[in-house]
């Protein structure tokens, strides 16, 4: 086990809905970063989140945001869901101060379904 | 455009034999490269980080070779067990701290 949690485990939505996930990260981690992976597809970075401002951002519309907070937990946002929002959703925790070769330990993802 | 192809898609192979999986990426700037499995449905735990300057890094049965002048690595394992079944994805980091992801190897072991 990583020390990362992430809540709920599986959600099922209807298209146009709103969703939060949720995550905590590793005791003393200050930075978390989430994932979108689709079945049998590696993950596709969204964006990361160190000491509660965006730090970096992939090819994600805005309707996709986030929150970090002082404690390091995180929230993903997902306005608007389309069928295609359906994926794997992981979150990540690592500790900036170990730079680029520091390890990103992953939760264990929340299963979003869009029907 | 950066990306990260993996092969094989899947793999099938009897326990206790070895197998190599492969990898090859084209980022740049590029900083590591890295090794993950990942079990059906739950979220990736690292197996190897390695930066230009490494050409060999081993984790128990894996061992992962890094070729910074041909943009490729590759990941070996030897004698194979049962909980070794699971997807390898191996990803390279860029210099802003982003990780591009392959989309995997589906490595099934049989008894």
């Known amino acids: 086990e990583t020390g990362v949690t992430q809540s709920p485990t599986h959600l099922i939505k209807t298209r146009g809905q709103q969703v939060t996930l949720r995550c905590s990260s590793q005791?003393?981690?200050?930075?978390v970063s989430w994932y979108q992976q689709a079945l049998g597809q590696g993950p596709q970075f969204i964006f990361q989140y160190y000491r509660e401002e965006e730090n970096g951002r992939g090819n994600f519309p805005p309707r996709f945001s986030g929150l970090q907070f002082p404690n390091y937990s995180s929230e993903l946002n997902v306005n608007a869901l389309e069928l295609d929002d359906s994926a794997l959703y992981l979150c990540?925790?690592?500790?900036?101060?170990?730079?680029?070769?520091?390890?990103?330990?992953f939760g264990p993802g929340t299963r979003l379904t869009v029907l | 455009k950066n990306q990260v192809e993996q092969s094989p898609q899947s793999l099938i192979i009897l326990e206790g034999k070895n197998c190599t999986l492969q990898?090859?990426?084209?980022?740049?700037?590029?900083?590591?490269l890295r090794w993950y499995k990942q079990d059906t449905g739950r979220g990736p735990v690292s197996l190897t980080i390695m930066t230009f300057s490494e050409n060999t890094k081993s984790n128990g049965r894996y061992t992962a070779t890094l070729d910074a002048d041909t943009k490729q690595s590759s990941l070996h394992i030897t004698a194979s067990q049962l909980s070794d079944s699971a997807s390898y994805i191996c990803?390279?980091?860029?210099?802003?701290?982003?990780?591009?992801w392959g989309a995997g190897t589906k490595l099934i072991i049989k008894p």
């Open positions: 990540a925790s690592s500790l900036a101060t170990s730079g680029r070769r520091g390890e990103q330990f």
């Open positions: 990898c090859n990426y084209t980022v740049s700037p590029f900083s590591n």
């Open positions: 990803a390279a980091m860029d210099s802003n701290y982003q990780l591009i």
């Open positions: 005791s003393g981690h200050n930075t």
